[in-house]
Structures are given as structure tokens and as C-alpha cells.
């Protein structure tokens, strides 16, 4: 038997994605930027895209901008912030627990001279609005905080941090900039929670198409009208200047078609995955010995599932799980073959030793109760 149990790592391509796709690989192939009719067959598909997703989003045509992934929409709305306000020496503030395209690129400015404030967690891995206010600054640019997180699943108190923010906007002594700007990571979240923009109050918002039943190799940012931003790749002027490059057409009418059923799916598979994600909380629990569960049980993302096994290598963990057929990650994939252990688990005050004895279980549309008392019953066996 087989169990892919690694959901936030990536998806599997939706059949509907995939046939809305299949005809701009071959059929209509036309570059979006040429003016003969296949330029503009390709150029029809990708506003109908961009206008679906805005409604998606509850934004305008303009404020949505397609990229190649999650992680360049990261960067674009941390680095684009900073090319616009260049000059002096700009303050962002962020969180421990970021995914590690927002947490390097920071890391990296630092070494560029910007100044960068990590705030801390508490013990369920949530930031606090209060810790946000504090930490604000005249010369802050950007405040950077992610929607849900990719390990523990802690959804953020987006919002309290927008109000947060937004009130400080008249404090801050570069007024002209429009700053800070508010950007939310939410790649994590599209399945399971409403992601208006009015719901959250952010200035720009990333998504991806790979975490939702699309293509890998495609995501966008929402950049709210008015946002202080320069582009970071520079060239023909697609994406409104902010992103150019030749459009992918194909993957961005499938990520139009991902979140089209996402969004249709959304409330019925919440509460199917969270009754599914309860169970097994509860069957690990109960029945594998030295386990304990990371983050907060109650206000966390639908299909994830972290825990702590006591006395057992994650890494070893997971080959035993594989060989008997249940994938699984010990963390965020992008570090997962990295020696270092979980920041995110750490910064909930777990030790190197027991962040390395944990194992994140993430469940999706194919995920069944089979599927969970199988995983637990491997889990039992290999452990005990």
C-alpha cells in the first residue's frame, strides 16, 4: 500500500488542470507579446486569468502579477520594496518561523546593510500583533508575515497585524513612500481559508500554483495598487513592468483552473480534511508511543500534522515509513536535505535534538481514513 502524506510539499496535478493546459503547449502556442492573431489568442488567455484570479481575490486586473514560483514572489515583494526606497537604510520586520525564501532573502539584505528585526513566537507558534507594533520603526519599509505555516501549519492573526500597520502608516516619517507595506506569504493556505484581501488587509499576498493542485513552476503576488515596488527582473515590460519575461501561458490558465476548484472545493474538503486531520491527531496520539504534537491543536491550518517522536531520528524515521510505502517529510522540503535542524520547530522552543525527531504529515484530496489507520499502524510498528 501506498500513502503520500507530504500534501504542502506538493500536489498532484489536477486531471481538470491538466486538459485546461494541454492546448496552449501545442494548439495555441503564440508568444502573448506578438500581434498576429496566435499572439493574441495567448494574450486573451492570460487576462481572462488574471481577471478570474482577481475576483479570486476580490482585487483589481492590475494587482495581480504572475511569476515563476512562490519563492520569486517572495522575493520580488521583499526586494522590489527595497529597490524602490533606495537611498537609506530601510527596516523590515519579519518572523522566525517564515518559509526560507523570505527568511534567506532577508539574511541577505542584512549583509547589504539593510536592517532586518526576526520577531519571536510563542510557545504554538504565533506571532503577535503587539510584538509587531513594538518592533516598528520610522524608517520600517516592509513587514512581512506568513499567512500559515508550511511546517507547523499555525494560521497567522493577519488581519490584527494589517490594523496594526495600517495605524502606523501616519507615524511613519517617510509618508510619501506609502510605507510600510504589508506582505503575507499564503501559499499554504488557498485550499482551506478565505483569502479576500479585505479579509486581511495586506498591501501584497503570494500564492502558488504547485500547493493547490496546479503545475509546479508558477505562482503570483497580489501588489496592492499604489504599492511603493520596483521590479527585480528587468527586460521586456511584461507584468506591468514588474515581472518581465515571456509568459507561461499554459501554467497560468492551469493556475487559473487550480484555484477555480479550489475555491469551489474549499468548504466541503475543509471539513472532510480537518475530521480526517483530527483522527489521526488523536490515533497518533493514542497509540504511538513518545509522540507529541508541534504547534497549536486547535488554530492551525486543516491537513497538517506535526509531531515530536522522542528518541527517534526523523531522517531514519521517514526511510523506514517510505520503505513501508508512507511519504512524509521532517520539515519544510526546500531544507529538507540540509543537516540543519527545523528553525520553525525550535523557535516554539523545541531543542536541536528533538526538532531532528520530528516528522510533518500533511493530508490532501486523495488522503482516506484507510489511508490514516494505515500510516498509524506503520508508525506504531517501527517505532515500537
Not at 526606497?85 to 523590515?92: E, N, S
Not at 482516506?368 to 517501527?382: E, G, N, Q, W
Request: glycine share 8%; charged share 25%.
Amino acid at each position: 500500500m501506498r500513502v503520500y502524506l507530504d500534501y504542502a510539499a506538493s500536489t498532484p496535478v489536477d486531471p481538470e488542470v491538466l486538459k485546461a493546459m494541454m492546448p496552449y503547449f501545442s494548439e495555441k502556442y503564440g508568444n502573448a507579446g506578438a500581434m498576429h492573431a496566435y499572439g493574441q489568442e495567448a494574450q486573451s488567455a492570460i487576462d481572462r486569468a488574471r481577471q478570474k484570479i482577481a475576483e479570486f481575490f476580490g482585487c483589481g486586473f492590475n494587482e495581480i502579477i504572475f511569476t515563476g514560483s512562490a519563492t520569486e514572489s517572495n522575493n520580488l515583494a521583499i526586494r522590489g520594496v527595497l529597490e524602490y526606497v533606495r537611498g537609506w537604510t530601510p527596516h523590515i520586520i519579519t518572523s522566525v518561523i517564515e518559509h526560507k525564501s523570505v527568511l534567506e532573502t532577508c539574511r541577505d539584505i542584512e549583509r547589504e546593510g539593510a536592517e532586518v528585526t526576526y520577531l519571536p513566537v510563542n510557545k504554538d507558534g504565533f506571532v503577535q500583533p503587539e510584538d509587531v507594533k513594538r518592533a516598528l520603526k520610522p524608517n520600517t519599509i516592509l513587514v512581512s508575515i506568513i499567512h500559515v505555516n508550511n511546517e507547523i501549519g499555525t494560521i497567522q492573526p493577519i488581519f490584527e497585524i494589517s490594523r496594526v500597520v495600517r495605524n502606523s502608516k501616519s507615524n511613519i516619517q517617510y509618508t510619501t513612500y506609502n510605507i510600510p507595506v504589508l506582505h503575507t506569504d499564503a501559499a499554504q493556505a488557498l485550499n482551506y481559508i478565505d483569502c479576500k484581501i479585505e479579509n486581511l488587509g495586506v498591501d501584497m499576498l503570494t500564492f502558488s500554483g504547485q500547493k493547490i493542485y496546479g503545475p509546479k513552476g508558477i505562482g503570483g503576488l497580489y501588489i496592492k495598487r499604489g504599492t511603493s515596488i520596483e521590479a527585480i527582473i528587468t527586460g521586456g515590460h511584461q507584468e506591468g513592468g514588474l515581472r518581465s519575461g515571456t509568459e507561461n501561458v499554459p501554467y497560468i490558465v492551469g493556475l487559473l483552473k487550480a484555484i477555480e476548484i479550489a475555491s469551489a472545493m474549499r468548504k466541503k474538503e475543509t471539513l472532510r480534511i480537518t475530521e480526517l486531520r483530527d483522527y489521526f491527531i488523536d490515533e497518533v496520539l493514542s497509540k504511538v508511543k513518545n509522540s507529541e504534537l508541534n504547534g497549536s491543536r486547535e488554530n492551525r491550518v486543516a491537513n497538517n500534522a506535526n509531531f515530536l517522536f522522542r528518541g527517534i531520528s526523523a531522517n531514519n524515521l521517514l526511510i523506514a515509513l517510505d520503505q513501508e510505502g508512507v511519504a512524509a517529510s521532517s520539515g519544510s522540503t526546500c531544507t529538507i536535505k540540509t543537516v540543519t535542524p527545523s528553525e520553525v520547530l525550535m523557535a516554539l522552543g523545541r531543542t536541536e535534538e528533538e526538532a531532528k525527531q520530528s516528522i510533518r504529515f500533511t493530508l490532501g484530496r486523495g488522503t482516506t481514513k484507510k489511508d490514516i489507520d494505515y500510516a498509524v499502524s506503520i508508525l506504531s510498528k517501527i517505532i515500537s
